[in-house]
């Protein structure tokens, strides 16, 4: 059974920093490319970005040179880097195992707010 657990969210002011992280279980992680998506009320999911099993990355264009996507397959991880945040980088964020059908988390709120 694949578990996908999303954790580090909560709430920054603008300019700020957070580090979210993301746990795989029950897939060859290292086997998987990974990718963060987020989601506000009444909008659809929208890509963040995507790392591959080679370790290389893409970004959504809101993102490139805020947010930087990295894994660690010693550890079944995969981390979002998030730097000089806005008020419209409010949203849950979610992790994608993109192995088989495709796993998803729970997702982490992440609140930009002064």
């Known amino acids: 059974q694949v578990h996908v657990v999303e954790s580090g969210g909560g709430l920054v002011q603008p300019g700020g920093s957070l580090r979210l992280s993301c746990a795989a279980s029950?897939?060859?992680?290292?086997?998987?490319?990974m990718a963060w998506y987020r989601q506000t009320p009444g909008k659809q999911r929208e890509l963040v970005g995507v790392?591959?099993?080679?370790?290389?990355?893409t970004y959504a264009d809101f993102v490139k040179g805020r947010f930087t996507i990295s894994r660690d397959n010693t550890k079944n991880t995969v981390y979002l880097q998030m730097v000089s945040l806005k008020p419209e980088d409010t949203a849950v964020y979610y992790c994608?195992?993109?192995?088989?059908?495709?796993?998803w988390g729970q997702g982490t709120q992440v609140t930009v707010s002064s």
């Open positions: 994608n195992v993109r192995h088989g059908p495709g796993y």
């Open positions: 790392i591959t099993i080679l370790g290389d990355r």
């Open positions: 029950g897939i060859i992680f290292s086997m998987a490319a």
